[in-house]
């Protein structure tokens, strides 16, 4: 199973590519502690250890693809994909795309999370360091 997502926040695409590979500000950026690579075959963990997995491939302030889990899959499941595409479409304006493939049926509940702990989060958090 595969979802997308798109949303916009205010900063450039720099700063979102930035934030998501370095722990200090992805962790304040979601509210969970994290500890990120900005290497490829880098590994990460996010929101106190509930997000774990590997970096892929990453195009600096483009593109960043990983490997990606949580303690709630089972055991035998494999890792699923994240894609995160990043364009700005103004100054000071960037477009998301989030893709996650590689689900089983009952993991489409991350596409509410995706919204809920990393997107509303990450727009306050963008809003504030960009005021």
């Keep these: 199973m595969k979802f997308s997502i798109k949303t916009k926040f205010k900063t450039t695409p720099e700063q979102i590519y930035h934030a998501w590979l370095t722990s200090k500000a992805h962790g304040a ?56 595409k990043l364009k700005e479409i103004k100054p000071g304006i960037t477009e998301l795309t989030l893709s996650h493939s590689g689900l089983l049926p009952q993991d489409l509940k991350y596409k509410k999370g995706w919204i809920e702990n990393y997107f509303d989060p990450m727009k306050v958090y963008f809003e504030s360091k960009n005021a």
């Design 29 to 84: 950026m979601t509210g969970g502690v994290s500890k990120c690579s900005s290497k490829v075959g880098g590994k990460f963990s996010a929101w106190d250890g509930y997000i774990s997995g590997k970096n892929l491939e990453l195009i600096t302030a483009q593109y960043i693809k990983q490997t990606w889990r949580t303690i709630e899959f089972d055991q035998d499941q494999p890792d699923s994909i994240l894609e995160i």
